[in-house]
Nanobody, 121 residues
């Protein structure tokens, strides 16, 4: 009923850039915090960046300056611009959103299906 769909992943060379997009659809009344996690093979999922409905942003310290998160509330979308990519950035990137399907009750955290980002020459 509520779905987050990601796009924009792929294979890039070191130093390259990618822009990931994530769109929420379905029974969406409102969206609060949104953001991105990533998970490399054999490792735990880690927070990349988050953004509140008001635009307050938090980045992982190691990524600050290379990655930029943004959102379009009217379109129910969140984006992740990734620059100066390194091989260590290779991972599956997941978007999330805290979504309410009505004007009552707390939001539920939803996850996208994940999109693969591979940084390699």
């Amino acid at each position: 009923q509520v779905q987050l769909v990601e796009s924009g992943g792929g294979l890039v060379q070191p130093g390259g850039s990618l822009r990931l997009s994530c769109a929420a659809s379905g029974n969406v009344f409102s969206i609060n915090n949104m953001g991105w996690y990533r998970q490399a093979p054999g490792k735990e999922r880690e927070l990349v960046a988050s953004i509140t409905v008001g635009g307050t942003i938090n980045y992982a310290n190691s990524l600050k300056g290379r990655f930029t998160i943004s959102r379009d509330n009217a379109k129910n979308m969140v984006y992740l611009q990734m620059n100066s990519l390194k091989s260590d950035d290779t991972a599956v990137y997941y978007c999330y959103g805290y979504i309410s399907s009505s004007g009552l009750g707390p939001p539920t955290r939803y996850w996208g299906q994940g999109t693969q980002v591979t940084v390699s020459s």
